[in-house]
């Protein structure tokens, strides 16, 4: 009966030792993504929007328009701060908007 439970016990420990490694592992990597993203912000005013997709459109000061969805409480022209990822790359067109604020 012992012999049983020891190897119970054994397995137990194993089982646990390596829920615990790889849970560690897992939060290392989503640490180590994260850290590679940098945000940033940019003034923009709302150009368009389209109720039937639920889409607002806006313009940064370089120029560039965005798009985003949920058309609720925003208004033609707009003021917003637009805070983007730039999704670790060089290029400016494929960074996404995390946050649209509302500034006036």
Do not use: H
């Amino acid at each position: 009966m012992k012999n049983l439970t020891d190897k119970k016990a054994s397995r137990l420990v194993i089982i646990a030792t390596a829920a615990l490694l790889l849970i560690g592992i897992l939060a290392g990597c989503m640490d180590a993504n994260r850290n590679d993203f940098t945000e940033y912000t940019m003034q923009a005013v709302v150009v368009g929007i389209n109720e039937n997709s639920d889409s607002v459109f806006f313009e940064t000061t370089d120029g560039n328009i965005w798009e985003i969805e949920g058309v609720e409480d925003w208004n033609l022209n707009d003021n917003a701060e637009l805070t983007f990822s730039d999704e670790n790359t060089e290029s400016l067109l494929d960074d996404i908007i995390v946050s649209a604020r509302y500034t006036g």
